[in-house]
């Protein structure tokens, strides 16, 4: 059963603290997304990668936020230094994606950050 | 304002009962509609997606998709206490398939 997997599950932080966010896309999958879902914003994209290179990181704050792929097994979402305004659950997903047509993107279980 | 808006709800309906969740949209390239359901600590799944007008069925759940006034819908009939979750629209236009627009979610409860 192919899954996305993301760790941590839950992250508790103080404000100025670094926080490290991991995601491992299904097997296969050229395309992996970061997302942040918030009560208020609801679900918003932060950046995304296809064959590891950033395609569109124009969601993400860029003076605390960067997101990488290492490998194609490991997507990361790195904040530095972190506020309670980051406080969210932030997605990952995956898909096997082309730019000339929709394809499905699905999504790992989330990362719950409270940054205190 | 959002491109998506969707009324947060929460949304109780008895069970058996028809449920209508609605999503309006400002940008008219979105192309491609999608309903995605989300249980309360796990990830959203996609349930349904559409291209461009018209009707979509899946078992109990139907998609509409009314460009003309930009405005799509999902409708479950025979509501059951397992449907009880937050239903998220999405949307993306052709000049990025991939980059999805996400209404905030209706929380919908259905009681037994």
């Known amino acids: 059963d192919a899954r996305v997997t993301q760790t941590p599950r839950d992250k508790v932080t103080e404000m100025g603290q670094e926080v490290t966010m991991r995601c491992q896309p299904i097997?296969?999958?050229?395309?992996v997304f970061w997302y942040r879902q918030t009560m208020m914003q609801g679900l918003e994209l932060l950046a995304y990668?296809?064959?590891?290179?950033?395609?569109?990181d124009s969601g993400m704050p860029k003076d605390r936020f960067s997101a990488e792929m290492p490998d194609a097994t490991l997507a990361t979402l790195k904040i530095q230094p972190s506020e309670p305004r980051d406080s969210a659950v932030y997605f990952c997903?995956?898909?096997?994606?082309?730019?000339?047509?929709?394809?499905?993107?699905?999504f790992g279980p989330g990362t719950r950050l409270t940054v205190l | 304002q959002k491109e998506v808006e969707q009324d947060p709800g929460p949304l109780s309906v008895p069970e058996g009962a028809i449920v209508s969740l609605n999503c309006t949209y400002s940008?008219?390239?979105?192309?491609?509609f999608m309903w995605y359901r989300q249980y309360s600590r796990k990830g959203p799944e996609l349930l349904m997606y559409?291209?461009?007008?018209g009707n979509k069925e899946d078992g109990r759940f139907t998609a509409q998709v009314d460009k003309s006034s930009k405005y799509i819908s999902l409708f479950i009939r025979d509501s059951q206490p397992s449907d009880s979750a937050t239903y998220l629209c999405?949307?993306?236009?052709?000049?990025?398939?991939?980059?999805?627009?996400f209404g905030s979610g209706t929380k919908l409860n259905v009681k037994p």
């Open positions: 997903a995956s898909g096997l994606t082309t730019p000339s047509s929709y394809n499905e993107q699905f």
């Open positions: 097997l296969g999958h050229n395309t």
């Open positions: 990668f296809r064959n590891r290179a950033p395609l569109d």
């Open positions: 940008n008219s390239a979105f192309q491609y």
């Open positions: 559409t291209y461009s007008s």
């Open positions: 999405a949307m993306s236009h052709v000049y990025n398939f991939n980059k999805f627009y």
